[in-house]
Nanobody, 115 residues
Framework: QVQLVESGGGLVQAGGSLRLSCAAS????????MGWYRQAPGKQRELVAT???????NYADSVKDRFTISRDNIKNMVYLQMNSLKPEDTAVYYC?????????WGQGTQVTVSS
């Protein structure tokens, strides 16, 4: 079984920064994609950023040049550095892990950006 545990959410003022972390444990295939998604109240869950085992990244247009995803393959960790935060970034952020046509989700961490 695979478990994902997020940390690092919180309340920040607009223009501030936060760093999210996600620790993956369990039976994880060495080649995988890890990522972050978010869901704001009343909206569908959306992609924020993903990163492959090899380091290839993909970002939503809304966060490009502000957010940076990274990972530590040894520790099975993925991070999301969020800079220049905006009120519209307020959401529950979920860690995601995909491999062999299966995906896993963390429990989510709240990020609230005040104006």
């Amino acid at each position: 079984q695979v478990q994902l545990v997020e940390s690092g959410g919180g309340l920040v003022q607009a223009g501030g920064s936060l760093r999210l972390s996600c620790a993956a444990s369990g039976s994880i295939f060495s080649i995988n994609v890890m990522g972050w998604y978010r869901q704001a109240p009343g909206k569908q869950r959306e992609l924020v950023a993903t990163i492959t085992t090899g380091g290839s990244t993909n970002y939503a247009d809304s966060v490009k040049d502000r957010f940076t995803i990274s990972r530590d393959n040894i520790k099975n960790m993925v991070y999301l550095q969020m800079n220049s935060l905006k009120p519209e970034d307020t959401a529950v952020y979920y860690c995601n892990l995909r491999f062999m046509r299966v995906e896993y989700w963390g429990q989510g961490t709240q990020v609230t950006v005040s104006s």
